[in-house]
């Protein structure tokens, strides 16, 4: 039998790398925290059977005896699972309503397991769904209107992962700062001096909506074009799209300060959580509001709420479609929330299953285990709860 190691950052990603890699039938050995998450050993169904046919060399007496310890561990953490399951099922229905819907709908074990704590005792399913709604609501960090960019005015760089919508929405609130402040007051700068095209891109924008158009080589060239638009009420300047990795996103992010241009984060909402979250932290941090893009192409926006509410980023606008300037809007958060949770109705092969559940029981269970006395979390609790410990309408139950 050959065993697999998965580390994942939570149960559930751990669980799809495992179907996808085993196959829907893998069996999962077991589970235990990880300083990234947790970790799977799991195997492919049809290698469970022991040994292969033909296979005549004996394992060291040791090393099978260790085997056989590891399998029995395995079926043990499985049992203790499927128990913690039953009693937090027995235990706090509510509770395990509030973990199902937010997973579901593709937040964060961090954040559904902040929400499910405070949930006030004795509330019926519905009525724990009526209270996740409305604390999800409360702590979506929307932007007040006016003090939106294009309401504002200003000098703005819109920042974010390659192809994320940067242009394309740079051109939707150039058309909005057009209706604000009138064509001569608007001005769009070219600074994305990597990318084919880039230039000829935004050219097409500006003539559309006839507004002048800048280009910037690098910070210097910059530089010297701000204070010739001093008379401008909106600049909007178009950056060269990075991974969240690239070195290049911090550098520029300093020298965009030093200019005294604010950014704008654009993240698509279309992404799996953890690039969500990498792209909040590389482009969220330090700026000004954050735009989410594609969101008619984000089957589960939960994981994009959950970075907002969790790292307090105010969302400015949505973008829902390519249609210059129609697909731009000024969010809502009951219909933000409302959207989310829906998405946690798809049935898709990355949604948990059923026979799912006890596993992750299982993780949380052994993770309360390690907690401190008196409810501490965990280090790895602590470095991904950033942001719940404000959560507003809460209060720990
Ligand atoms: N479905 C959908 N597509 C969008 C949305 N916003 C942008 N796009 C499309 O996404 C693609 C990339 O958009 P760009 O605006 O060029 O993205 P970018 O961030 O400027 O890309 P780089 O400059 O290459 O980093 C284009 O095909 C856009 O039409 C949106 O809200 N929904
Ligand atoms: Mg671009």
């Not at 049935?347 to 907690?371: I, K, M, S």
Request: net charge positive; aromatic share 4%; hydrophobic share 45%.
């Amino acid at each position: 039998m050959s065993v697999q190691v998965f580390v994942a950052a939570n149960a559930r990603e751990g669980l799809a790398r495992v179907r996808a890699q085993l196959g829907d039938d893998a069996v999962v050995l077991s589970t235990r925290p990880h300083p990234q998450g947790v970790e799977l050993l799991a195997s492919a169904y049809g290698e469970l059977a022991v040994p292969a046919q033909g296979a005549t060399a004996e394992p060291a007496g040791s090393s099978r005896i260790l085997a056989e310890l590891a399998r029995l561990r395995g079926m043990l953490q499985n049992q203790l699972a499927g128990f913690a399951w039953g009693a937090a099922r027995r235990r706090d229905p509510a509770r395990v309503v509030v973990m199902q819907t937010l997973f579901a709908a593709g937040f964060g074990s961090a954040l559904a397991r902040t929400l499910a704590a405070r949930l006030p005792r004795a509330l019926d399913a519905d009525a724990a769904q009526r209270w996740l709604r409305q604390v999800l609501i409360r702590n979506l960090p929307i932007l007040a209107r006016e003090a939106s960019p294009v309401a504002r005015g200003g000098r703005y760089a819109l920042v974010g992962s390659t192809g994320s919508g940067k242009t394309t929405t740079l051109a939707k609130l150039a058309a909005r700062g057009v209706d604000a402040w009138g064509a001569s007051r608007v001005a769009l700068v070219a600074a994305d001096a990597y990318r084919v095209g880039a230039e000829a891109q935004l050219a097409v924008y500006a003539e559309l909506l006839g507004v002048s158009l800048h280009v910037a080589r690098d910070a210097a060239g910059l530089a010297q074009l701000l204070p010739q638009l001093a008379d401008r009420r909106l600049v909007l300047i178009d950056t060269a799209g990075h991974a969240p990795s690239d070195p290049r996103t911090h550098e520029e992010g300093r020298a965009l300060d030093a200019l005294g241009v604010e950014r704008l984060a654009v993240i698509s909402a279309a992404q799996q959580g953890a690039a969500v979250e990498q792209a909040m932290l590389r482009f969220g941090h330090g700026a000004a509001t954050c735009i989410l893009t594609k969101l008619d192409e984000a089957p589960q926006p939960g994981a994009a709420l959950d970075s907002l509410i969790r790292h307090r980023l105010p969302l400015a606008y949505l973008t829902g479609g390519q249609r210059v300037p129609e697909d731009l809007h000024v969010p809502h958060a009951a219909y933000l929330v409302d959207r989310a949770l829906k998405g946690g109705q798809l049935a898709t092969p990355y949604a948990l299953q059923a026979e799912d559940w006890p596993l992750l029981a299982g993780v949380e269970a052994e993770r309360a285990e390690r907690r401190e006395p008196g409810g501490q979390a965990t280090p790895e609790d602590a470095r991904s709860l950033k942001g719940t410990s404000t959560l507003k309408g809460t209060s720990a139950a």
